[in-house]
């Protein structure tokens, strides 16, 4: 078990090198700049045992358009468990694991402050047996302003694999306040009936401008079928 933490923490240290992180759990707002690229781990730790894992990779091709992948995973190190688990049927959780392609596009609409809407979209399988294909579309209003403080409201339109049975239509919400040059608060959530309707409060650390730790605590909502509460690490 010592030896598999070991090794994802040493991935998510090394991959980290060049995160760009804006929030916790919904998609960041700020396009990737034209041939600039970032990657990004993130461990949801809803117990001691098992953790969501999120690899993601992300890539500006210019004109306010960012092309990404993401591979989300469920490890676990239960004793007579799969260390990746694999959940291939239909039901009140997502598929794992997951496999997704994305695509986002930010439009202007005033500078200052820095307010623009954002349209995107995520999709693929989950990559296991017959395989479910899964997607979410979503648009973005998102703000700038007050010394870097990120502002977005966003609705989103997504299946069955990609979010658990419930209603495919939902909303969330992020908000990011820097307090220090290195330090910041970030909190989002996202409302629906489904497994994804979580809320999040946290920091993030920047000790250079190519790294950023975030840690956080994690919670489902009112509305979500399960009741936990985890910790976040990115």
Not at 154 to 169: E, P, R, S, V
């Amino acid at each position: 078990m010592k030896s598999w933490i070991l090794v994802l923490w040493f991935i998510s240290k090394y991959i980290l090198l060049q995160a760009q992180q804006t929030f916790f759990t919904i998609p960041s707002e700020e396009i990737t700049h034209k041939g600039k690229h970032f990657y990004q781990v993130q461990n949801n730790f809803w117990h001691l045992y098992s953790t969501q894992t999120k690899f993601d990779f992300g890539y500006g091709i210019g004109h306010h358009w960012e092309l990404a992948s993401n591979l989300d995973t469920d490890f676990s190190w239960r004793k007579n468990a799969k260390f990746l688990a694999v959940e291939d049927t239909l039901g009140l959780e997502t598929v794992t694991p997951l496999l997704l392609f994305n695509m986002q596009k930010s439009i202007p609409i005033l500078p200052h402050p820095k307010l623009r809407t954002n349209i995107g979209t995520q999709m693929g399988t989950n990559l296991v047996n017959d395989g479910h294909w899964a997607y979410t579309f979503y648009t973005m209003l998102a703000s700038e302003f007050m010394e870097d403080w990120h502002i977005n409201l966003d609705a989103y339109l997504a299946n069955d694999a990609f979010t658990g049975n419930g209603k495919n239509l939902g909303i969330f919400a992020g908000i990011e306040i820097p307090f220090s040059e290195c330090w910041a608060l970030m909190s989002d959530a996202t409302f629906a009936n489904t497994s994804n309707s979580i809320a999040s409060l946290g920091i993030s650390f920047n000790p250079t401008s190519r790294i950023q730790l975030c840690l956080g605590g994690i919670i489902t909502t009112l509305t979500n079928p399960f009741k936990q509460t985890g910790i976040i690490f990115g």
